[in-house]
């Protein structure tokens, strides 16, 4: 009896500790209707010393600081007694403990109304969670295992979605540490789901699962689900399997609402969706986008990581170079799966390269800078909020869409000199940095490629496209497939690109004009009024293009208009329009070759077996 007792004391104790280290999170909404939460952590076993809380300034997958701090107020702190302890907020977002006696709970309120992938949003109909931004953590206590209670579910009628780990009781979730803990956003609401099952590769069953906050019906969820099922299926033939998820299981959170913000935002095992419609229903071809770009990020950035962005930086963005990579060449994939799987069609798919290709080859950011360099400009540029203006019109090129016309390029020398595809680079960097998750370098991804073709290429390829500011010969490369690039307006007379807004009667430029553009040489300038051009008045934007137009490229024009108050005329030379646009070759004139219908084929259809 004696040793059993003392057994049981053991087990009791082992069990004890470890629950004695757990930082415990309680979450209530006592208030949603007005946007507030009433959030406490418990931290036990506090190191002697003063305790440091702080909220985050940035969030895994959203690149650029946020000042999340600023929706927090009321913080107190109680010891283990409850009586309450002085709290010094010593940085906007950090609040300092000096004397406890070594169980500290902080309490705090939180106020949240924007519905996307970075923030927290709470109303009576759901509280869309982002960690980074919804709860406060104990600096240094990184490897602490983490417990969070949810109340007040079923006051509203919510269910949970999360890929946090559920445990005992109803409402209790947990993470095996802090980092795990801020990647598992959670959406509480009246979501309808969707489940289904995939056998990987290697036999082992893992849950997919459509978890939709939306006004739709039960129906029209399962439907999209099964067009969701269709890409995962597409996009796993990239990698040859699933991404191995850490509790056997992934899920979209997807909330669909009229007043959301349009986001997606990748995580671990999981990814928020939030779109804004009215419904899914008769908008599914549309919604279904940021599904694929997202999914896709469950091996790429995921598990082929980056090595910048470890361990995540919770105080500040990390500074990554590979965005061109870990974005760029998922926002490639993202469109290419839907093309195989049939969601999209060739015109579509020919309207996206002509979007993409005309963007990063007229933009004055990637001529005069490098793809690294471009992601690098993420921390200031994704979602990054700030009063004053940028210039990023002439110094930034989204690495979105970089990295994608770079994929293209690299799919295509592929194809054409080594009888292989940018799948089998995928499913070689998966190999060598994601199914083991090392982390890579740009010099990783450079040596994967030079193993898979030669050195020289591989180096010749990273230095003129990747570390240089050279662009591909993406007119050559189509060629192959059938597609021509071509001069959308050949021939046609063009200021260069302006954003134009009715401001009363007159035409207000909502953004800088693009270097080496006519406008630009004129010395137009943002919040300019743009008032006649060749002596004749504007009254509406259409009307820039339709004078313009009865120009010819190179021919010299007035152009009039108003800088703070002040009248200016100008001349400038006229250039072509450069806009770009891919066209199958069959609707242009020419002939669709049979190896040309087998290439295209090989690269656009469906990879599922
Ligand atoms: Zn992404």
Known sequence: MKTLLSIFSLIASALFSVAQTTIQYEISFPNAVHHEAEVSLLVPQVPAGALTVRMSRSSPGRYATHEFGKNVYSVKAFDSKGKELQVEQTEGDVYKIAKHDGSVKVTYTIFGNYVDGTYLAIDETHAHMNMPATFMWAVGMDARPIQLKINDTDKYGWKVATQLKPSGPTGVFTAPSFQYFMDSPIELSDYKMKQWSDVNTNGKTQQLALSSHTSDTQETVDAFASTVRRMTAEAKAVFGELAPYDFGSYVFLHDVNPTNNGDGMEHRNSTVITQSAEKIAGNEKRLISTFSHEFFHSWNVERIRPKTLEPFNFAHSNMS???????????????????????????????????????????????????????????????????????????????????????LAL?????????????????????????????????????????????????????????????????????????????????????????LSPEGERLMVSSNTLKGTPAYESGIDNGDYLLKIGGKELKAAADVRTIVEGYNPGDEIEVTYQHKGLEKTRKVKLQENNALEVVPIEKTGGTLTPQMALYRSNWLDTKVK
């Not at 005309?358 to 921390?379: E, I």
Request: hydrophobic share 40%; charged share 20%; aromatic share 14%.
């Open 321 to 407: 170079n590979e965005l061109w990579f870990a974005e760029g060449f998922t926002q490639y994939y993202g469109e290419l799966v839907l093309k195989r799987a049939g969601i999209r069609d060739l015109d579509t798919y020919c309207g996206t390269l002509s979007g993409m290709l005309n963007y990063v080859l007229n933009a004055p950011g990637a001529a005069a800078y490098s793809a690294p360099q471009m992601s690098r400009h993420a921390v200031f540029s994704d979602a990054g909020v700030a009063v004053d203006q940028n210039n990023d019109a002439n110094i930034f090129t989204s690495y979105y869409y970089y990295g994608a016309v770079i994929a």
């Open 411 to 499: 799919d295509h020398h592929l194809r054409t000199e080594f009888k292989l595809t940018l799948d089998d680079y995928m499913r070689a960097v998966w190999k060598a940095h994601g199914k083991t998750e090392i982390s890579y370098t740009i010099p990783d991804l450079q040596n994967v490629l030079a193993k898979l073709t030669n050195t020289k290429f591989a180096s010749e390829f990273f230095s003129k496209y990747v570390y240089g500011t050279q662009k591909n010969n993406y007119e050559q490369l189509l060629k192959s497939a059938g597609l021509v690039l071509r001069k959308a307006s050949a021939g046609k007379a063009s200021l260069g690109t302006l954003r």
